[in-house]
T-cell receptor, first 114, second 112 residues
Framework: NAGVMQNPRHLVRRRGQEARLRCSPM?????VYWYRQLPEEGLKFMVY????????ESGMPKERFSAEFPKEGPSILRIQQVVRGDSAAYFC????????????FGQGTRLTVV | KQEVTQIPAALSVPEGENLVLNCSFT??????LQWFRQDPGKGLTSLLL?????REQTSGRLNASLDKSSGRSTLYIAASQPGDSATYLC???????????FGAGTTVTVRA
């Protein structure tokens, strides 16, 4: 049973480009969460999605950031017109139930904006 | 708003010494507390999860305690090894919520 899979592991984008980060949850998990880890800071919640629904995006910046979890395929975190301050590690987690006891995290995508 | 603090930020010990990592949180109304390990440039590995009704959990050389009333958790790693070198994160989940609040972590170096 594969764990949470994220790709790419490393992504370099020039300022103004778009970044697409993908996350495939663990088999059987329908709840996906994205977190961002800025340098020297703890992980911060960004968004919670279920299949075809955004449940809570209270941690997402209001502009340039969007997320989806389509019926088929991985969850996507999209960052448009990236800026240097978007450089961070982005982690995806999945769980079996929304208030389940444990969330499983992926390896993360490290975004560097140059 | 839940604030999670981990002290110290960094720790260096010789191999064989026991490790004590501290985590404190401001709101004692939590659903569970989870300890993770993060290796440089890598993801998070869940080590131990303590439900709010529990006081401790053990796995091998690891033991984590939880004192909700004082807002504290402690992770003990017995007989440390160089392979234990990593950053250790604690995270709490409020009741009826899914958002984990993370501390900034304690970076551990075990010297051979």
């Amino acid at each position: 049973n594969a764990g949470v899979m994220q790709n790419p592991r490393h992504l370099v984008r020039r300022r103004g480009q778009e970044a697409r980060l993908r996350c495939s949850p663990m088999k059987g998990h329908s709840h996906v969460y994205w977190y961002r880890q800025l340098p020297e800071e703890g992980l911060k919640f960004m968004v919670y999605l279920q299949k075809e629904n955004i449940i809570d995006e209270s941690g997402m910046p209001k502009e340039r950031f969007s997320a989806e979890f389509p019926k088929e395929g991985p969850s996507i975190l999209r960052i448009q017109q990236v800026v240097r301050g978007d450089s961070a590690a982005y982690f995806c987690a999945s769980s079996l139930a929304v208030f389940g006891p444990e969330a499983f995290f992926g390896q993360g995508t490290r975004l560097t904006v140059v | 708003k839940q604030e999670v603090t981990q002290i110290p930020a960094a720790l260096s010990v010789p191999e064989g010494e026991n490790l004590v990592l501290n985590c404190s949180f401001t709101d004692s109304a939590i659903y569970n507390l989870q300890w993770f390990r993060q290796d440089p440039g890598k993801g998070l590995t869940s080590l131990l999860l303590i439900q709010s009704s529990q006081r401790e959990q053990t796995s091998g050389r690891l033991n984590a305690s939880l004192d909700k009333s004082s807002g504290r958790s402690t992770l003990y790693i017995a007989a440390s090894q160089p392979g234990d070198s990593a950053t250790y994160l604690c995270a709490v989940t409020p009741p009826n919520d899914y958002k984990l609040s993370f501390g900034a972590g304690t970076t551990v170096t075990v010297r051979a």
